[in-house]
């Protein structure tokens, strides 16, 4: 699994996000991603479940 991914952050104009965390749940694959710029973090379990907006 990569350590960053492009995602487009609801906060600033960066589109630049760090692995945070990772573990194995039940449900999948748990990973926090943290935006470099502002600091907005979301959680993706597996490719469904996100805490992201979107």
């Known amino acids: 699994m990569s350590l ?7 906060d600033c104009d960066n589109s ?3 692995r945070t965390a990772y573990m ?3 449900l999948g694959k748990k990973t ?12 993706q379990i597996g490719d469904d479940i996100t805490t ?3």
């Not at 960053?4 to 609801?10: A, I, K, L, N, Q």
């Not at 926090?32 to 959680?43: L, Q, T, V």
């Open 16 to 18: 630049q996000f760090w």
């Open 52 to 54: 992201a907006k979107a």
């Open 32 to 43: 926090k991603w943290r935006c470099s710029e502002c600091g907005f973090g979301f959680i």
């Open 4 to 10: 960053e991914m492009e995602y487009d952050c609801p």
């Open 24 to 26: 194995e749940i039940h």
